[in-house]
């Protein structure tokens, strides 16, 4: 079973100096201390635990994390020893990264890297964004799969803005795609994240599973809710390898969702309400992969769980 969540703004209460977190620490607007952060990753812990069930989770890729100790801290929280994490710091402003966490006794990592994206716009203003995380791993010791957590640049400053910036953000993704596949047609590569933007069919070589509603498992219209309106922000996109054994769900649950005051309907719980704390989860919605291999090559078939 793999998740994809962007945890919003999970931040480490203490001040880094080479980013513009102040507003995440005990001086902050937020007064974001170290009991509300321990709450929080024992929110997502908690979470994680009830989409994973019995056999727990065995792959999340988390957008919003601030550095590897909140990442370290949760694998710790969600269950001690057996989970490892992949994470490298990005140069994004706020210091906000993402990373990969695994089920040790399922996954081996072969390769990890950062895939920096870069880029200029039409007015001189430099790209300076969440890098493209990267991991090539082994699962049960037996098929080899590629693994991208993204986390495409905001539409701060407006959608239409900002959109070459996702663009670009989107071109090099896609160039590590094609590498990937130029060299293995059959390859099985799942790229997850949220990608800012509404769901369309924007990389070659990967479907989008949040592209078509009628093949998506939820009770709910999207991930995320922004002035009233659901959209997939976050996504899945799979290699034909894996598209037609996978089910892809939305994990929405009523207690994490709570009313919506102003525009009615369901939002989902947050941390914070403007500067009002909830002690919620995230303003996103977590996303659910179920993947079931073909079995001529073995005589039991794996079923991701």
Not at 74 to 97: A, F, K, N, Q, W
């Amino acid at each position: 079973m793999v998740v994809s969540y962007n945890t919003e703004n999970l931040f480490y209460p203490e001040r880094d100096s080479l980013t513009d977190d102040k507003e995440w620490t005990p001086d902050g607007e937020r007064h974001w201390s170290f009991t509300r952060y321990y709450r929080k990753e024992e929110n997502l812990a908690r979470l994680l635990t009830t989409i994973g069930e019995w056999d727990g989770v065995d792959i999340v890729g988390l957008q919003e994390v601030e550095n590897a100790m909140v990442v370290k801290r949760l694998c710790y929280t969600l269950r001690r020893g057996e989970y490892d994490y992949v994470h490298y710091d990005s140069p994004d402003r706020r210091g906000i990264d993402v990373a990969l966490v695994y089920k040790k006794a399922r996954i081996d990592t072969l390769r990890t890297r950062a895939i920096e994206v870069t880029g200029e716009g039409t007015d001189g203003e430099r790209l300076v964004t969440r890098d493209i995380l990267y991991v090539c791993a082994m699962v049960d010791r037996r098929d080899t799969m590629h693994f991208f957590v993204c986390h495409l640049p905001s539409r701060r400053g407006g959608a239409a803005e900002s959109e070459w910036k996702r663009d670009q953000a989107k071109r090099v993704l896609q160039s590590a795609i094609e590498s990937i596949l130029t060299t293995d047609k059959n390859a099985q590569i799942i790229v997850m994240g949220d990608m800012n933007g509404a769901p369309k069919d924007d990389l070659k070589g990967v479907t989008n599973r949040m592209a078509n509603g009628e093949r998506l498992k939820t009770s709910v219209a999207g991930t995320h809710k922004y002035h009233g309106r659901w959209t997939y922000l976050d996504r899945f996109y799979l290699s034909p390898a894996l598209d037609s054994l996978s089910q892809t769900s939305v994990f929405a649950p009523d207690w994490l969702l709570e009313p919506d005051e102003k525009y009615m309907g369901l939002q989902p719980k947050r941390t914070y309400d403007g500067f009002h704390y909830r002690n919620g989860y995230s303003d996103h919605l977590p996303i659910v992969l179920r993947i079931a291999t073909d079995t001529a090559s073995t005589s039991a078939s794996y079923e991701s769980r």
